[in-house]
């Protein structure tokens, strides 16, 4: 049986490194914000389509790659987090509507053309015109909220700065299948491999390192004490270009909305004794993706001496999590999408905050 896992764990190992992609270290290295506001729907997903037990040994590469290219190995305060798994770049650009005029104008010209003239019968059939794509409008308005009362009575008390028992449950359910496993390797009677059983919630352990390492960030800031003497600053219009969410319009006061386009969610990187904890966190956060970029490697070495059924357990289990690796661009892209389709968005301490 050896010989036969061994090719097959290197085929599996081969196709799961080029389905996964480096948005499972972005949850890795910043859980606050995707663990921290998750509704039954979202946590079903997390459960099934989120473990990181199988093989992320080339997302975690290209992690890696991410620190050398801008510079982050240099030393404390060195490099650029900007572009890099810690904080990754969108790329999205925003217009400013600076006067009364359309945000975007579309002129149609007639050409002369050998067309038959409609009959009233043609007119009067329920024809839907062709088109070539549908392109979504949103709108999210967005303003400071001192309090609960200020925010309303659906407003959703949400931080990606500070860990909630939201981040403990969401990292839990994330690797529900391999507590699962798990359980079953060390209580079924075919297997009874009890450090295999240890092995697969190492992924679970390494999760929960990273909440105790996860480096300090740059929150909302707090505007309300530019608002005293000076009223409340008026709704301002501003375009999001970004082809993957559709035509996005965003309303609110322009120190409101900016602060998402600048420096909200960056790492933050003190002087001194404070400076010094923040390089240790990036230096264990970076140590992680290396413990998970040997995890599979490590694994497939290990099978070699499993027992037979352990070493079907094993095999099987890397296979379901490089097909769920395989679905999950679709669901990061389902993922991002969503947080556009919000009506209003209170900033504050009582109210919900959302970066993409």
């Given at each position: ?18 389905a ?12 606050q ?114 309090d ?8 959703v ?5 500070d ?21 079953i ?18 992924p ?50 322009s ?15 003190d002087n ?44 099987g289990?890397q ?38």
């Open positions: 049986m050896s010989t036969l896992i061994a090719p097959l764990g290197s085929v599996i190992g081969y196709l799961g490194a080029s996964a992609t480096e948005s499972f270290f972005e949850r890795l290295l910043w859980p914000r995707f663990y921290n506001d998750a509704d039954l729907y979202v946590l079903l997903r997390i459960a099934f389509c989120l473990p990181m037990s199988g093989p992320l040994h080339g997302a975690a590469l290209n992690a890696l790659d991410t620190f050398r290219e801008n510079g982050l190995y240099l030393g404390i305060r060195r490099g650029d987090m900007l572009g890099t798994t810690f904080y990754g770049n969108l790329k999205a650009r925003y217009y400013h509507q600076t006067t009364s005029d359309v945000l975007r104008e579309v002129k149609c010209q007639n050409h002369n053309a050998n067309l038959a003239a409609p009959t009233p019968e043609d007119l009067a059939t329920d024809r839907v015109s062709p088109y070539r794509a549908m392109q979504l409008v949103h709108h999210l308005k967005l303003h400071y909220a001192k609960t009362t200020h925010a309303g009575h659906d407003a008390e949400i931080t990606e700065v860990v909630h028992w939201r981040t403990v449950l969401g990292t839990v359910l994330s690797e529900f299948s391999s507590i699962v496993v798990a359980i390797a060390a209580v079924a009677k075919p297997f009874r491999t009890y450090w295999l059983s240890g092995f697969f919630l190492i679970l352990a390494l999760k929960f390192l990273a909440l105790f390492t996860s480096v300090r960030r740059e929150s909302i800031i707090d505007i309300e004490e530019k608002f005293v003497g000076h009223g409340q600053p008026k709704d301002e219009l501003y375009k999001i270009e970004d082809s993957s969410h559709g035509f996005a319009i965003i309303q609110g006061p120190n409101v909305f900016l602060q998402f386009c600048r420096h909200y969610g960056h790492p933050t990187r001194g004794a404070a400076g010094r904890r923040d390089r240790a966190k990036e230096l264990l956060s970076i140590c992680l993706i290396y413990l998970f970029m040997l995890y599979f490697p490590v694994g497939l070495i290990g099978s070699l001496w499993m027992p037979d059924s352990s070493q079907l357990l094993w095999l289990f296979d379901r999590g490089a097909c769920r690796e395989a679905s999950r661009t679709e669901e990061t892209s389902v993922a991002a999408a969503s947080k556009w389709t919000g009506d209003n968005c209170q900033l504050g301490n009582y109210s919900r905050s959302k970066r993409r």
